[in-house]
């Protein structure tokens, strides 16, 4: 399962390298293509999982004055670049 997030950033919010650094720190990986960041769960991840995982991304970035969006896949999913 992989988690996929695309972060829009606001001129008035925390810069751009302090809200990547906050994102590594949970786990995610910097792409590009249609998400800006991925997080690989492995094979043992279940929805409730997802859920708590969202939940951590809003308490990370709550403050930083950032839109974001998730997607969760189970399999391939998206085609990312590295």
């Known amino acids: 399962m992989k988690t996929y997030l695309k ?8 810069k751009p390298s302090e809200i ?3 994102l590594e720190g949970l786990g995610f990986r910097p792409i590009t293509g249609w ?3 991925v997080y ?5 991840a ?8 969202a939940d951590k ?3 990370t970035l709550h403050g930083m ?3 974001f969006q ?3 896949t189970e399999g391939k999913g998206r085609e990312e670049e590295e």
């Open 35 to 37: 998400y800006d960041f």
């Open 46 to 53: 279940t929805v409730e999982d997802a859920i708590w995982f």
């Open 40 to 44: 690989d769960w492995g094979n043992n």
């Open 65 to 67: 004055k950032v839109y």
């Open 70 to 72: 998730i997607e969760t």
């Open 57 to 59: 991304i809003y308490e």
């Open 7 to 14: 972060v829009t950033f606001n001129s008035e919010g925390a």
């Open 20 to 22: 990547v650094s906050a």
